[in-house]
């Protein structure tokens, strides 16, 4: 059967990871050394990936996870409890993650190369963080709710996640404010993460 909720959940998860791979590419890259506007550009484009992770997946995606998906599983399927809890924990840490990593980057760009270090081991430990993140869901969660949920559950899922539009997920309608965040991200950003110069 066609549950359109997976789909979404899985386009969103790879749109994530995309974005997630883009900024460990920008900070591998790191600011040009040569010319103010390049290197004002290169934060923006860090800053702009960062609002996007803070704004889509932690205020849309996470919670019709854990207020939709995630009590339904557990009441039909009580055996990935332990996982729904650690999935859970994840969402509820994510939010301020992603602050921590804003201000991080904030005083590298204000303080300087010596603010540098903190920001990329965070930034690092965050994308692993995450990339596990999803790697649970997929692995545990999304095929036990394919073998668990009944026609009912999916309508309401397939419903509710059918108004999630992600400026990364090509097949739905995507909401105006994402896709200009999501385009300036691309024109700004460099080759080969974006489109930009560089």
Same mark, same amino acid.
């Given at each position: 059967?066609?549950?359109? %909720?997976?789909?979404?959940?899985?386009?969103?998860?790879?749109?994530?990871?995309?974005? !997630?791979?883009?900024? !460990?590419?920008?900070?591998?890259?790191?600011?040009?050394?040569?010319?103010?506007?390049?290197?004002?550009?290169?934060?923006?484009?860090?800053?702009?990936?960062?609002?996007?992770?803070?704004?889509?997946?932690?205020? !849309?995606?996470?919670?019709?996870?854990?207020?939709?998906?995630?009590?339904?599983?557990?009441? %039909?399927?009580?055996?990935?409890?332990?996982?729904?809890?650690?999935?859970?924990?994840?969402?509820?840490?994510?939010?301020?993650?992603?602050?921590?990593?804003?201000?991080?980057?904030?005083?590298?760009?204000?303080?300087?190369?010596?603010?540098?270090?903190?920001?990329?081991?965070?930034?690092?430990?965050?994308?692993?963080?995450?990339?596990?993140?999803?790697?649970?869901?997929?692995?545990?969660? !999304?095929?036990? %709710?394919?073998?668990?949920?009944?026609?009912?559950?999916?309508?309401?899922?397939?419903?509710?996640? %059918?108004?999630?539009? /992600?400026?990364?997920?090509?097949?739905?309608?995507? /909401?105006?404010?994402?896709?200009?965040?999501?385009?300036?991200?691309?024109?700004?950003?460099?080759?080969?993460?974006?489109?930009?110069?560089?």
């Amino acid at each position: 059967m066609n549950r359109e %909720a997976l789909h979404v959940i899985r386009d969103e998860h790879a749109g994530l990871a995309a974005m !997630l791979q883009s900024l !460990l590419q920008m900070i591998q890259r790191g600011p040009e050394p040569a010319g103010k506007d390049q290197h004002e550009l290169f934060f923006d484009v860090l800053r702009a990936m960062l609002f996007y992770i803070g704004e889509f997946p932690e205020k !849309l995606h996470h919670p019709k996870e854990s207020d939709l998906l995630f009590p339904r599983l557990a009441r %039909a399927a009580p055996q990935v409890m332990a996982t729904i809890e650690q999935l859970e924990r994840d969402h509820m840490a994510g939010e301020s993650k992603v602050k921590e990593l804003m201000h991080l980057l904030m005083a590298w760009e204000y303080l300087g190369e010596t603010r540098r270090p903190a920001f990329e081991a965070e930034a690092r430990s965050y994308v692993a963080f995450y990339l596990e993140h999803m790697r649970l869901e997929e692995s545990v969660v !999304l095929p036990e %709710a394919e073998r668990s949920l009944d026609d009912g559950d999916w309508h309401a899922l397939d419903v509710a996640f %059918a108004t999630n539009r /992600d400026p990364l997920n090509r097949r739905i309608p995507r /909401d105006p404010q994402f896709d200009r965040l999501f385009t300036r991200i691309v024109m700004c950003a460099p080759a080969p993460v974006g489109l930009g110069e560089g």
